[in-house]
């Protein structure tokens, strides 16, 4: 099964910005939709955004106008550019490939804390 590895979380003040990246293990689903989720305690995960494989781009609204989301198809790399961090943005952030079923075994995810 393909394994995504994700990192670049951290601990960030409100209107900071970070850079998560999201790797995988091979090649495998290169070409399908990539996304990033987030999580926090006692709530589902929330899909943030996501990129299909010729550059579409989709974000919730929550955070629309302050994440970029990102790919390489070279490498099959997501990122997640996050800019004007917000307390709510406070989450463990999982990357994935396929869009609306999952592909991938779910890593462990980057904490992301946003302190205001």
């Known amino acids: 099964q393909v394994q995504v590895t994700e990192s670049g979380g951290g601990l960030v003040q409100s209107g900071g910005s970070l850079r998560l990246s999201c790797a995988a293990a091979?090649?495998?689903?290169?070409?399908?939709?990539k996304t990033w989720y987030r999580q926090v305690p006692g709530k589902q995960r929330e899909l943030v955004a996501s990129?299909?494989?010729?550059?579409?781009?989709k974000y919730a609204d929550s955070v629309k106008g302050r994440f970029v989301i990102s790919r390489d198809n070279n490498r099959n790399a997501l990122y997640l550019q996050m800019n004007n961090l917000k307390p709510e943005d406070t989450a463990v952030y999982y990357c994935?490939?396929?869009?609306?079923?999952?592909?991938?075994?779910w890593g462990q995810g980057t904490q992301v804390t946003v302190s205001s």
């Open positions: 994935n490939f396929g869009l609306p079923r999952p592909l991938v075994v």
């Open positions: 990129i299909t494989f010729g550059g579409i781009t």
């Open positions: 091979d090649m495998t689903y290169n070409t399908a939709t």
